[in-house]
């Protein structure tokens, strides 16, 4: 039992170097090939270690996730498949390119990508991602997810100007109404009460637009 699980643990070592070798040859860099990094989740504290972590060197970003087992059968599938999921769940959602890379009878290396539907999807050595198309492929995906949340908050500051000059209207006709029974409405100390509690309104969107236009032409840069 001892000797068969120490054949599996060396041939596991095997595999990991064959891995290794192989996404170099992708063009990964060595120094964006990380081993084991120990990631602890927030939740429950529990510290997970995937066998390597692709990261983009210039920004410290986590790209993708690579498991390694010496081989895939039946019985080990699903715990691989939760295994991952884990993995994922930790990283912030299956947002992280996670896939799974193993040995087989005749020494080639077989691949596996995760699906959104937490799915094993096997796939040719060919098709593996090279290193500059999953980069590119993150910094498009972060792009997009800024102009969506720019756009969000445009809209959102739009309906509050509008909300804002509706409000502002009802109150001057009201002003005006009144006037004819000698009440005032707006005096100069409402009015500057007023300018506050629209600063007030308008200021964070401003700040959170310009945020998220500096973020955007980081990206498009």
Same mark, same amino acid.
């Given at each position: 039992?001892?000797?068969?699980?120490?054949?599996?643990?060396?041939?596991?070592?095997?595999?990991?170097?064959?891995?290794?070798?192989?996404?170099?040859?992708?063009?990964?860099?060595?120094?964006?090939?990380?081993?084991?990094?120990?990631?602890?989740?927030?939740?429950?504290?529990?510290?997970?270690?995937?066998?390597?972590?692709?990261?983009?060197?210039?920004?410290?970003?986590?790209? $993708?996730?690579?498991? #390694?087992?010496?081989?895939?059968?039946?019985? *080990?599938?699903? @715990? &691989? %498949?939760?295994?991952?999921?884990?993995?994922?769940?930790?990283?912030?959602?299956?947002?992280?390119?996670?896939?799974?890379?193993?040995?087989?009878?005749?020494?080639?290396?077989?691949?596996?990508?995760?699906?959104?539907?937490?799915?094993?999807?096997?796939?040719?050595?060919?098709?593996?991602?090279?290193?500059?198309?999953?980069?590119?492929?993150?910094?498009?995906?972060?792009?997009?997810?800024?102009?969506?949340?720019?756009?969000?908050?445009?809209?959102?500051?739009?309906?509050?100007?509008?909300?804002?000059?509706? $409000?502002?209207?009802? #109150?001057?006709?009201?002003?005006?109404?009144? *006037?004819?029974? @000698? &009440? %005032?409405?707006?005096?100069?100390?409402?009015?500057?009460?007023?300018?506050?509690?629209?600063?007030?309104?308008?200021?964070?969107?401003?700040?959170?637009?310009?945020?998220?236009?500096?973020?955007?032409?980081?990206?498009?840069?």
């Amino acid at each position: 039992m001892d000797d068969s699980l120490s054949d599996l643990r060396e041939r596991e070592k095997v595999v990991r170097r064959r891995v290794s070798s192989f996404l170099q040859d992708r063009g990964y860099p060595e120094d964006s090939i990380v081993p084991e990094p120990a990631i602890r989740s927030s939740s429950d504290g529990r510290v997970f270690r995937p066998d390597f972590v692709i990261v983009d060197p210039d920004k410290n970003e986590r790209l $993708v996730i690579v498991e #390694v087992k010496p081989k895939l059968n039946k019985r *080990s599938k699903y @715990n &691989i %498949v939760d295994q991952l999921l884990a993995y994922t769940h930790v990283l912030g959602g299956l947002t992280t390119d996670t896939y799974l890379i193993t040995g087989s009878d005749d020494d080639s290396l077989e691949f596996y990508r995760l699906t959104e539907e937490g799915e094993l999807d096997q796939f040719e050595k060919s098709e593996f991602p090279r290193f500059n198309a999953v980069r590119a492929n993150r910094l498009a995906s972060e792009k997009d997810k800024v102009e969506e949340e720019r756009s969000e908050a445009t809209d959102d500051f739009k309906v509050t100007c509008w909300i804002i000059a509706g $409000v502002g209207i009802l #109150v001057t006709v009201a002003d005006f109404v009144l *006037s004819f029974w @000698n &009440i %005032v409405l707006l005096t100069g100390q409402r009015l500057a009460v007023m300018a506050v509690s629209v600063g007030v309104l308008i200021i964070p969107y401003a700040a959170k637009l310009k945020a998220l236009g500096i973020e955007w032409e980081r990206y498009s840069d």
